[in-house]
T-cell receptor, first 110, second 113 residues
Framework: EDKVVQSPLSLVVHEGDTVTLNCSYE??????LLWYKQEKKAPTFLFML????IEKKSGRLSSILDKKELSSILNITATQTGDSAIYLC??????????FGGGTRLMVKP | SAVISQKPSRDICQRGTSLTIQCQVD?????MFWYRQQPGQSLTLIAT?????????ESGFVIDKFPISRPNLTFSTLTVSNMSPEDSSIYLC??????????FGPGTRLTVT
């Protein structure tokens, strides 16, 4: 059974801080790892990482996939209150199925 | 990315009744999925909605409880049947792009009383 574990469970920082969120996985026939931001109901797609694309960056957010360690990190620099959300990590197997981790709840205080 | 809409956005239902949730995509997609997110939990895949054939259900989910239709490549419905308070969740449809990124609809928040 595929498994995804995220840490920490929750995190409180102040504006301007840099945060690193962790995701580790066990999956049969790994295809990709996806990061999402969930503020209300719908998760918003952030990044997809694959064997051929192990590092992605968009503005203050960046993510790296470590296939050897079966893990990924999501970095957010110069955090803002608008970054407050639950961040979800998911892995996709060869059957196109996504398995989600439990999420990291980030709160950014002014 | 595709634009995905869901109806209703929220509903409060009585136990024993059924609710059908609609998911509409603005472009044809091969893969459509239905997820559930119970309060305080992460997302769990209910089923893959297959066009022209029966949905593929994950362990713990059955067709009698969660019938799914997929009449074409842009539309799907999920029905939550004979509801109980344990069915109170956010229900989300998602689609997979040609580059295998998966995008979610806005979700339906269901409360069963």
């Amino acid at each position: 059974e595929d498994k995804v574990v995220q840490s920490p469970l929750s995190l409180v920082v102040h504006e301007g801080d840099t945060v690193t969120l962790n995701c580790s996985y066990e999956v049969t026939n790994f295809r990709s790892l996806l990061w999402y931001k969930q503020e209300k109901k719908a998760p918003t797609f952030l990044f997809m990482l694959t064997s051929s694309g192990i590092e992605k960056k968009s503005g203050r957010l960046s993510s790296i996939l470590d296939k050897k360690e079966l893990s990924s990190i999501l970095n957010i620099t110069a955090t803002q209150t608008g970054d407050s959300a639950i961040y979800l990590c998911a892995v996709r197997n060869a059957g196109n199925m996504l398995t989600f981790g439990g999420g990291t709840r980030l709160m950014v205080k002014p | 990315s595709a634009v995905i809409s869901q109806k209703p956005s929220r509903d409060i239902c009585q136990r024993g009744t059924s609710l059908t949730i609609q998911c509409q995509v603005d472009s044809q997609v091969t893969m459509m999925f239905w997820y559930r997110q119970q309060p305080g939990q992460s997302l769990t895949l209910i089923a893959t909605a297959n066009q022209g054939s029966e949905a593929t259900y994950e362990s713990g989910f059955v067709i009698d409880k969660f019938p799914i239709s997929r009449p074409n490549l842009t539309f799907s419905t999920l029905t939550v049947s004979n509801m109980s308070p344990e069915d109170s969740s956010i229900y989300l449809c998602s689609v997979e792009s040609v580059s295998y990124e998966q995008y979610f609809g806005p979700g339906t928040r269901l409360t069963v009383t």
